[in-house]
């Protein structure tokens, strides 16, 4: 066995942690700036009597009315156009200092 017909193996990569920064960056929530105002995707995942909640992403959901036109087209996993007013809607109550948070975003 000659010695100079042998090829080292070079060693394999080990997976790079990806760093909050880097998730950030590249999270398309953050790179598509200012969301008040755009158009997002998002699929139905609960509906109750005519309230559609709907999963875009975000921290929370937004509920939306159903719409009266075609209503049997509005089910469980239906994917929808959605435009967004607030991610967050929060209000002042009765008592309270601060906003509390309504868990559910805003949108059309």
Known sequence: CADDDTKEVPAAKEEEEE????????????QMGDPVGRVVVGKIYHVIDNDLYIDFGHKFPCVCQRPRASQEKFVRGTEVLLKIKSLELSQQFLGHEKEL????ADCQ
């Open 101 to 104: 948070t309504l868990l559910e």
């Open 19 to 30: 760093t909050f920064g880097s998730l950030m960056r590249n999270c398309k929530f953050t």
